[in-house]
């Protein structure tokens, strides 16, 4: 499969690994409500090649991050890390900046959440959700084909 902005090959993984992260985009489309600019390729109906709209990405990694590092609930958190790594590391490839929210000094994530974690386990401090994610994105970098 190819990921594509214009001529560029953001990345190249095998069929099963980029069928897993479509149908994962799928997913969070649906969860953030915003389109992730990830489509059919210019290559009339091949579905190997999907082109990448660097706007509508920018927007979707962007919320994404926000979304990721704002739950204070651990088994989401563990279950999406992997994919929004992934999606860091496509946007940055890019050219797209990805900022990072700044942790809050002593702040813990969480505050009012829509999804409760129940029981109520040890919160994560912001700053530690943060440098996790960036680490994550950068290793998902070097095991991604160009």
């Known amino acids: 499969m190819y990921f594509d902005i214009g001529d560029e090959t953001l990345w190249n ?8 992260f479509l149908r994962q985009v ?14 059919q390729g ?5 579905p190997d090649t999907l ?10 990694a962007r919320g ?3 979304w990721h590092c704002r739950t204070g ?5 563990a279950l999406s890390e992997g994919f929004v ?11 797209i900046e990805v900022e990072l929210p700044e942790p809050e000094p002593g702040h813990v994530r969480g505050g009012v959440q829509r999804d409760v974690q129940v029981p109520a386990g040890p919160r994560t401090a912001s700053a530690a959700v943060v440098t996790a994610l960036d680490k994550r994105a950068r290793e998902m970098d070097s095991w991604m084909a160009r």
């Not at 609930?73 to 958190?77: F, P």
Request: charged residues 25%; aromatic residues 8%; contains cysteine.
């Open 85 to 95: 790594a992934t999606a860091v590391a496509l946007a940055r490839r890019a050219g």
């Open 73 to 77: 609930h651990s088994v989401i958190r």
């Open 64 to 66: 994404l991050v926000a």
């Open 51 to 60: 082109e990448v709209d660097p706007a509508v990405y920018a927007e979707f």
């Open 13 to 20: 993984p095998s069929n099963g690994a980029g069928r897993l």
């Open 42 to 46: 210019r290559y009339c109906g091949d």
């Open 26 to 39: 799928e997913v969070f489309e649906a969860e953030l409500k915003l389109p992730s600019g990830i489509g």
